[in-house]
């Protein structure tokens, strides 16, 4: 499995390989000047101690070259750490990107099936975990393998009998690093998990804070946190014991493989046939010291590799999640007049929960369209089947006659504005907000957006205008948030709009002037809307009365309260009190 994940990743390196290259070169003259350093210091030994006058001046030159090679190395070292770097962030910048991208493109059957802080806990955390693993990686595998060889062959030149000795011992270390390593692997998993676990947990009570205070169930929502964050300790601290026993458990295993050398080393300097100085088993115990350095580096590494493995895991399994079918080829519809259609139309979110079946009606250009009913009954889907958020199970809805699955999202959905229950105001000034999603609208039409919606007004109280930054959960009321959202579909001027309670946040008067602002919008344009409050649409061209996925009355209000059928009854219900 970490193959296949490793694999990808790579496939993600590709394009910045000259990176790997610059590390790699950088990594082999590091490590030259690294390994040649313990020659140079045998020589110095062995001109003290193997003679009775001390050359001075060959001695001077000698710690001159290691001087040098030490800067020389500092030097390569530094541009390997670099190259590493900017290799990791190139690649996971390359995988943040395309993980936001699949966010706006994958399929939102299984965006509404997926909480929010878990998928943000796989752009950010998950992400940042397997670029840690990565700049790991590279700067001490690279460093680490190449090390190994070159220590390897300076040994058996030096002293092929203990060198022997070194390559046969050092597998136990490798070993007790692989036992370790697959005790973590599932430690490191559940890990993730948890934190994925957490950070929906977090988002979901930071998001209805005011909800839990409202309800007094803040000690509960302590204590749920306490069991998700209990749990994400228990595995973390099971994850992190193994990494953290990885290390030592290597070092101790080599520190008695190097005691064993030094002694045995000993005993053949004393043996004149081996022909071994002081000063060559300095470097040979310095080579071999270098030799199981990697292995340790190595062991340490692995604990972070399972971490960033199953982080990697994680993002791959969104990534390869299934992207809403390309409609590239598909019709630009354009000059959209705003005659829609429904013909038969039966969905639902789950094929054992029905929902909308065999749904038809007909809205003529320049209609208002509104649709009522209880809660689930079916108004939002609708909605989201005409954006094309969905489509049909079965029957077809169309836009001037042409099956809006034959036409590309892009241009059916330019033909809609939308203002829903729910306000978004992005981080940015209330120039911006307003003129989302308008093509480099002029600063007069944005204003005369924010005047016609009655905000103009408020936004020239505040600091800086237009030019004020909004966005926070403070800086604006929920109704003024709303108007926002209205102006920018008053600057859009779509053919066809969508008003989902577009004015449930307003007071009494202010909505009263939005009304009657969208009575002039919506002149010559086609109009669906939502509404629980049944006196905003009296005037409506055609009212559809939905119950468990049908219409089943649908005319003007008048008409439905003489009927004195199921909308006689939610509006007499509505207005008992009145």
Request: charged share 20%; net charge neutral; with cysteine.
């Amino acid at each position: 499995m970490n193959k296949g994940i490793l694999k990808r990743i790579l496939s993600y390196i590709k394009p910045y390989r000259i990176w790997l290259y610059v590390s790699l070169i950088s990594a082999l003259i590091y490590v030259f000047t690294t390994l040649y350093i313990p020659i140079l210091t045998g020589d110095a030994i062995n001109l003290i101690v193997g003679s009775h006058l001390v050359d001075f001046k060959k001695v001077t030159i000698k710690i001159l070259f290691i001087v040098g090679l030490f800067i020389l190395g500092s030097i390569f070292q530094w541009i390997m750490a670099y190259g590493a770097n900017t290799l990791s962030y190139q690649t996971v910048k390359d995988i943040r990107k395309q993980t936001i991208n699949k966010i706006l493109n994958v399929e939102l059957r299984y965006l509404d099936k997926i909480s929010p802080g878990d998928i943000i806990t796989r752009v950010i955390s998950d992400v940042d975990q397997v670029s840690d693993g990565l700049i790991q990686c590279f700067q001490q595998f690279l460093t680490g393998i190449v090390t190994i060889i070159g220590t390897l062959i300076l040994m058996f030149i030096i002293c092929w009998p203990i060198a022997i000795a070194v390559v046969v011992l050092t597998p136990l270390s490798m070993f007790v690093a692989s036992f370790i390593a697959k005790s973590s692997a599932k430690s490191f998993k559940e890990q993730s998990i948890k934190r994925g676990d957490l950070g929906s947990f977090s988002n979901e009570y930071v998001s209805n804070q005011k909800i839990v205070i409202s309800y007094n169930q803040q000690k509960e929502a302590i204590k749920k946190f306490d069991e998700i964050n209990e749990e994400l300790g228990k595995y973390t601290f099971k994850a992190q014991l193994f990494g953290a026993l990885a290390n030592p458990s290597t070092r101790f295993v080599n520190a008695i493989i190097y005691a064993v050398l030094a002694v045995g080393g000993a005993l053949l300097v004393l043996n004149k046939d081996f022909n071994l100085s002081i000063g060559s088993l300095y470097s040979f115990l310095t080579y071999a010291s270098h030799y199981t350095k990697p292995f340790n580096e190595i062991s340490g590494v692995i604990a972070e590799l399972q971490n960033s493995f199953a982080s990697a895991k994680r993002i791959f399994a969104f990534l390869d999640q299934e992207e809403q079918a390309s409609d590239k080829d598909n019709l630009k519809i354009e000059d959209v007049k705003g005659l829609v259609r429904l013909e038969d139309v039966s969905f639902s979110y789950e094929q054992n929960q029905k929902l909308i079946e065999h749904l038809s009606f007909r809205a003529k250009p320049g209609a208002s369209v509104a649709i009522v009913g209880p809660t689930g009954c079916g108004k939002t889907t609708l909605i989201n089947l005409l954006m094309r958020f969905y489509d049909p199970n079965e029957g077809a809805i169309k836009l001037e006659n042409y099956d809006i699955r034959d036409l590309t999202r892009d241009s059916l959905r330019e033909s809609y504005g939308m203002v829903l229950q729910d306000t978004w105001i992005f981080q940015g000034t209330i120039k911006e907000n307003i003129a989302y999603g308008s093509e480099n609208p002029s600063e007069e039409e944005i204003i005369e957006a924010a005047k016609r919606a009655k905000v103009h007004n408020f936004v020239m109280r505040m600091e800086n205008g237009y030019d004020t930054i909004v966005g926070g959960s403070n800086d604006l009321s929920e109704g003024q948030r709303q108007l926002l959202c209205i102006a920018r579909l008053m600057l859009r001027k779509p053919q066809i709009l969508i008003l989902d309670e577009a004015t449930s946040s307003l007071d009494t008067r202010t909505e009263l002037i939005i009304q009657q602002n969208f009575r002039e919008l919506i002149k010559g344009k086609t109009s669906f809307i939502i509404a629980h409050r049944l006196s905003t649409i009296t005037e409506a061209d055609i009212i559809l009365v939905m119950k468990d996925g049908n219409v089943i009355e649908q005319g003007t209000h008048d008409e439905l309260l003489n009927k004195r059928g199921f909308y006689y009854e939610l509006y007499n219900a509505q207005f008992a009190n009145d």
